[in-house]
């Protein structure tokens, strides 16, 4: 094996980065060469997964009041790859990094985890949502997985689902909702607001599923609602109206929710739709609301609520 040639060019590469180290220690600036970088990543198929970038918190779409995982993803490597960062509320952690291969024209992801977990999927953009595929070779089986991506209410929304007969049938895998976090967000909640926020949140989709045990966890003992039509209700009456079944809710939607907090009393307001049935006979209402929050050594507990009439449509 000859020798000499790779002695002489690292001899010479040596004295290069000799000179330059001087270059840079005499002026404080790198040689001209090395501070110009190529444009790589320019094409705009670069930015298609953009929409994914952020500082989120993830939730289940089926119970969409509970945090599930924070999700932070970032453009790294000169704005050539994304780079996520997924940990779950039960200790599970996982990264991937996604990049599109312009060769392919296809993107690329490559999934780890703490659990010895390796995922391997690629795809394309299809109708404005992030579609990639691939197979899930595991210790029973290998089976086919499918991943969607796309932007929904300032949000991303992810979506997996499984085949375990070579794509011929499908069925469900995950169903993840990222938000900002309330850090992110353009008008950051407090970190009160944003727990009683959620909290508020929680109860109305319990509500919603005559869900009594939650409901009974979030409800104060002494907890009293008074409607705009006069009536009330104690912490009592809910409960039984839940554990009887008698409303059957198809909606239970609160929109323009706010939150303000004094000390250790919030209040929640917001617009309330609802639609289903009452012993069978349909109902559909929308309804302004305020609920009372105290934080006890419990946590925060729902003390008082107040509804008002029904709204006129539009209800403003």
């Known amino acids: 094996m000859n020798l000499i040639g790779p002695r002489f060019q690292l001899g010479i590469v040596a004295i290069f980065l000799f000179f330059a180290a001087r270059q840079v220690l005499a002026t404080g600036a790198a040689p ?5 970088k190529p444009a790589f990543c320019r094409a705009p198929e670069y930015r ?5 970038v952020g500082d989120w918190d993830a939730f289940d779409a089926e119970n969409p009041a509970v945090k599930v995982a924070h999700n932070r993803v970032d453009r790294v490597l000169d704005g050539c790859v994304l780079l996520e960062n997924y940990e779950g509320m039960d200790g599970s952690h996982g990264e991937s990094f996604s990049i599109y291969d312009a060769v392919r024209g296809a993107w690329h ?3 780890v985890t703490n659990h010895g977990k390796l995922l391997v999927i690629q ?3 299809q109708g404005g949502e992030m ?3 691939g197979v899930d070779h595991t210790v029973s089986g290998d089976k086919y997985v499918r991943g ?9 929304r992810e979506t997996a689902v499984t085949s375990a007969d070579g794509g011929k049938t499908w069925k469900p895998w995950f169903d993840l909702i990222f938000r900002p976090t309330a850090a992110s967000a353009a008008s950051p909640r407090t970190a009160d607001e944003a727990t009683v926020a959620a909290l ?3 109860y109305q989709a319990a509500v919603k599923g005559n869900d009594a045990a939650t409901m009974d966890r979030i409800l104060a003992d002494d907890f009293a609602l008074v409607t705009g039509s006069g009536k009330t209700y104690t912490k009592a009456d809910l409960l039984a109206e839940a554990r009887n079944g008698r409303v059957h809710y198809e909606r239970q939607d609160d929109a323009e929710q706010t939150v303000r907090v ?3 009393t919030a209040v929640v307001t917001a617009k309330l739709s609802e639609k289903g049935t009452d012993n069978g006979k349909p109902f559909e209402k929308t309804v302004w609301f305020s609920d009372t929050y105290v934080r006890t050594p419990a946590g925060w507990r729902y003390v008082f609520g107040q509804s008002s009439l029904q709204c006129p449509k539009p209800c403003e």
């Open 48 to 52: 298609q997964f953009d929409f994914w």
């Open 32 to 36: 001209v060469a090395e501070s110009t």
């Open 262 to 264: 004094w000390g250790d």
């Open 109 to 111: 992801q490559s999934w």
């Open 123 to 125: 795809g394309q953009m």
């Open 200 to 202: 508020d949140t929680q």
């Open 148 to 156: 969607t991506w796309k932007s929904e209410d300032g949000g991303v």
């Open 131 to 133: 579609v990639l595929s």
